[in-house]
Every structure is written in C-alpha cells, then in structure tokens.
C-alpha cells in the first residue's frame, strides 16, 4: 500500500469517527422535541442514546425539519448541540445552543406605510378613520432602543405610541353608554402657526364580577424559531400569569403547533391551575412553523366550547413566522374573517427577535376583532394580560369608526397624526358591513389632528390664484373670540351582539385656542408621545423640533404617574436621542 493511499485512508477513518462522536454527543444530551397531541399530562418520548435516533413515528419524522449527514438522517437541533438551561417558568426548561451560534439575518418584517398627507378643507373637508387600540408597536420600539438600535420606521405606528398611555380623560357613568368623548384644542408644540385637536374616548370599565365566562384557547408557537429566551420560555410565563386570572367558570384549552398540530390541553375550567401548569411546562420548541393547521385547530376548540353570551377568543402566541402548510397571507385573513363572524374573536402576541412578523400579526389580528400587544417583558406580560385584562378580553363597542367634517371657512389645512392603516372611505362610516376597530373595557383611545386654520401667516400649501378668496373674519385672531364651530365630529359603533350601528356625534367649538402651556397634561403628554412616534418615522413634518424639546415637554406633562410608564418614556426618548446623535435636556428629575 503505497504512502499516499495509507493517508488518504487514515484520513477518512478519522473523519468518520468524528461524525459518529458528534451525533453520539448531540442525541445524549438533546430531548425529544416532538409536539405531544395528546393530554397535558402525557410526557414526550425521550430518544434513545444512540448514533442514530430511533425512527419516530410518522406524522412526527414529517414534522422535524432534517440534514443529510454521511447518509444518515438526523435533526438539525441535534447538531447544534442544544441542552437544557435554567427553568424559566413552572419548572419548564428554556434551551439555548453550546456553542456560539451563527449569525442571523434579521427578516423581521413591516407593512410599509406612508405618513397622512395634509389635506386642504376646501377640497376635502372630511376625514374617516377606524379607531385602533393596538399598542404593539410602542413595546417594539422599546425593545430596539433597548437594544440600542433605532427602529426601522415601518415598525413605528404613531397611533399605537400614542395609546400605549392610559389617560385621565372623563369615563362613562355607568355600562349605558360605552365610551365618552372628550375634544380640546391648542398650539403645536412643534409649530405656533398650526394648532392640534385632540380627540380622547374612554371606554367604561367593567367591574371584574360583571365579567362574562370566558372560552380561551391558547395557540402556541412551539417551531424551532422559538426556541430563545426572548420568545417560547416568556409565551409560558406570560401565559401563566393571565391563567392565574380567570376562574371556575372560565374555560381554558390549549393548542400548539410546529410540523404538525395537536391538543395538548382539552377545554379545562381556570381554577385547576396545577392541570394548566403542566400542560405549559411540557412544551418544548422545535420543527418548521405550520401555523395554518394550528388555528384551523384552535377554532375547531373554540367551538367546542363555546360559550353563548360569553367571551370565545383565540389567543395567537408567536414570532409571526409561518413557513409551512398555510403561507398564504390572504387565505389565513379569510378563515380569521370567516370565523369572526361565527364570534369568536382572535388577539395576537408578538414574541422575539430577528424573523418577527409584525405585518401579518397586526393584520389578522384587525380582521378577528382583537387585539396585537408585542410582549418584550414579562412586566409587559403583566400590564397586556393581568392589568388590562378585561380590556383584552371584553369588548365594549365595536366596529368603531370616526369621522371629522372641518369647516373650511375656518380650517385650510388638517393632517391625522398617525392612523394611516386605519382610513377609511367617507362613504364606509354608514356601511355596517365595513369592518373597523374595538375598544374594550376601560381602554383610552385618542387621535389627534393637526390644524392650520384660515389667515395663518404660513400654510403648508399656497392658496390658489383663481380660487375663492379666504373670507376676512375666518382669521385666527377673529377665530380667538368668535364662538362658532371648527368641526363636526360623529362616531360610529356597534353594541356587542348587534349588527346595527348607533351614532354619536358633537360640534367641536373654537372659543379660543389657548397656547400649548395652558393645555391640559393629556394633550401636553399626548403631544410629546406623537412628535416621538414622527420623529423615529423621520419628523419631516416637525421642522426645528428636536429630541431635547420631545423630552421637555413630557417632562412637563408627566402628571400621575403610577406604574412608571410615563418615567419609562423619557428615558426612552433621551435614549432614541442619543442613538440619533441628538443632545438631551441638561437638567434632569434626579426621580429619573
């Protein structure tokens, strides 16, 4: 045997001697990743310590997503050398690679979107939106900044910034009427010439006892996508903290999915907390995403046990990425549609990094009347599923629309600050059939407009030569003291179980439009939070207005300020500012 060949052969034995050792190690540290469809209670079967797993059956051998090695089949987790951490939650283990992983391409995706144009009264004097009470996009951008990254601008949704915040605006006296309106005008911050309108409706709050029965059905991510701290370990935790919530007469199932789907919790009654528990603690991630078998299947659940007169909701749980079985975006948006009709509702909950879907989870999350929170911390866990709970779960008013008819002798020029996924036609505010947003027990809702009335020394758009001449008492010094409408705004909503809608609808007076320091902290705070959401979109239109004035004016506008979110924000506006290369206020709340 010449020397060459006796290399060559040496060669190849140690290499295969190194794949075997590999995959040896890999399958005596790596537990069965299969998704259980079964009970709760039953454990997942544990694989063999050997070169080569024992073969699964086979709906789970079609669930795992696999790699060629030397000829032989195995998953793709093992190789990665994954073993178990410290239990994140109920004594259930997080996972997390050996070794250093590569790194991932971030794919996270974003509707696009466009910021509302100004829109001259004279041409267009009436604007239509759908009321939104999503306020995903304010934690999402909490988790960039924290990150120390600004966000992409298609993740940051104004309106949803904007609502975040409670506010203390006046609430209905009793379940009779479902929201109250409150309006106010004042200088801009960003610009004297221009004037703001602030639109607050406050839902009524339902008392906890006056809760109906809920039929939850929790659909869990469990895809290998899932695996990280940030995502499968927190859905669990999360998850448990609202379970804690509910009661005898509540009902709770559980569905997850990866390759396949299954049941690993039937329709169980909320107080059995130790039966919910297990079934959370046994869930492991791996395999591809078929996320369109796993709602199919919690619908199926949902109906099940569906409650009459109660509250019948699906709640999503992922990072959005759907990669198998279902991908059409458009056919889960129809069976979503579909289902809502039958009334059964669905809410949505963004988890994790890197491959976030934000587009599709806001999207079906509208078309299923609910709700889209992304949960960056357990403590953000706690405010969506413990301390708004009734205004996650119940709703009060839905299919509510907005609409504003400006008076052009009075306003030249209007721009809804956010909303822009939200406008509708003027002819969809008296078309039931239109689908729009929810508000739920107790939840704040404002949208703000900004104005430039007739006579300002400096509209956005010139005045036409040939077109009608402003008439001499619509200035804005007349406008101080004239005792005459602005605008006319109506409202649109639907009781729960009616199909009819009912109508509000209020002048919005211009008996003076004070200056921004004699606003109330509501608009002063509200104010501050929508030139944040224009400035990380690009704050074209905020002129000079700069990151240190953003957190001035919050400062000034903090009032109450019970659970810290209102603090939490500045130090998130100083921290974009930094990030932007922008200066900070020089004075700082040592509180702070």
């Not at 794919?107 to 466009?114: H, K």
């Not at 509302?116 to 239509?128: E, W």
């Not at 020029?413 to 947003?437: H, M, Q, T």
């Amino acid at each position: 045997m010449s020397a060459r060949r006796s290399t060559a052969l040496l060669a190849s034995a140690a290499l295969a001697f190194a794949l075997t050792a590999c995959v040896t190690r890999s399958t005596e540290t790596e537990p069965d990743r299969s998704v259980a469809a079964t009970a709760a209670t039953v454990p997942p079967p544990v694989i063999p310590t050997a070169v080569v797993p024992v073969p699964q059956p086979a709906q789970d051998v079609a669930a795992l997503e696999q790699v060629e090695v030397t000829g032989t089949r195995v998953r793709r987790e093992q190789l990665q050398g994954a073993m178990p951490t410290t239990p994140a939650y109920g004594g259930a283990p997080s996972y997390k690679a050996k070794h250093a992983a590569m790194p991932v391409q971030d794919t996270e995706r974003y509707a696009p979107r466009i910021d509302n144009p100004i829109q001259l009264a004279a041409r267009d004097p009436v604007s239509t939106f759908s009321v939104d009470v999503d306020t995903a996009s304010y934690a999402n951008v909490r988790r960039f900044l924290n990150e120390g990254r600004l966000p992409p601008e298609d993740a940051v949704r104004t309106e949803e910034l904007i609502n975040y915040f409670g506010y203390d605006d006046p609430a209905p006296r009793d379940a009779a009427t479902p929201f109250a309106v409150t309006t106010e005008l004042a200088r801009a911050p960003w610009n004297a010439d221009r004037v703001l309108l602030r639109i607050g409706l406050k839902g009524y709050a339902v008392p906890p006892v006056a809760r109906p029965p809920a039929n939850l059905v929790f659909l869990i991510d469990v895809s290998g996508s899932m695996q990280s701290p940030d995502k499968l370990p927190l859905v669990k935790s999360s998850l448990g903290l609202l379970a804690r919530q509910l009661g005898a007469r509540d009902r709770i199932a559980m569905v997850v999915y990866a390759g396949a789907s299954g049941l690993v919790l039937p329709p169980t009654p909320g107080d059995r907390q130790a039966e919910i528990e297990a079934a959370l603690g046994q869930l492991q991630a791996g395999g591809s995403t078929n996320g369109g078998d796993g709602i199919r299947l919690a619908y199926q659940v949902a109906h099940q046990a569906f409650v009459r007169g109660g509250i019948n909701r699906v709640l999503l749980a992922t990072d959005g990425d759907f990669n198998v079985g279902m991908v059409s975006h458009e056919a889960l948006v129809d069976l979503v549609e579909r289902e809502r009709q039958s009334g059964i509702t669905l809410t949505t909950l963004g988890f994790g990094t890197g491959n976030y879907n934000d587009a599709l989870m806001e999207q079906i999350a509208d078309k299923g009347n609910g709700n889209h929170a992304y949960v960056d911390t357990l403590l953000e866990a706690r405010k969506v599923l413990v301390e708004q709970l009734a205004g996650t779960l119940q709703v009060i008013a839905g299919d509510v629309k907005a609409q504003v008819e400006f008076d052009p002798s009075r306003v030249a020029e209007y721009r809804l600050i956010g909303y822009e996924n939200r406008v509708l036609a003027r002819e969809d505010f008296n078309d039931d059939a239109v689908d729009a947003g929810d508000i739920g027990s107790g939840h704040s809702v404002v949208a703000l407009y900004e104005l430039t009335l007739t006579g300002a020394t400096r509209p956005a758009v010139d005045p036409l030569r040939y077109g009608a001449a402003t008439p001499p008492h619509a200035a804005i010094e007349r406008i101080q003291h004239h005792d005459g409408e602005l605008a006319y705004l109506k409202l649109r909503f639907k009781r729960p179980g009616q199909s009819a809608s009912e109508l509000i609808q209020q002048p919005i007076r211009a008996t003076r439009i004070p200056e921004l320091a004699q606003a109330s902290t509501e608009l002063r705070f509200s104010a501050a939070v929508a030139a944040f959401g224009q400035k990380l979109r690009g704050g074209e239109r905020l002129g000079a207005y700069a990151w240190h004035d953003i957190e001035r004016l919050a400062r000034g506008a903090r009032g109450d300020d019970p659970r810290g979110e209102r603090s939490e924000f500045l130090r998130l506006v100083g921290l974009a500012g930094s990030l932007a290369g922008g200066d900070a206020v020089a004075s700082r709340d040592p509180a702070d």
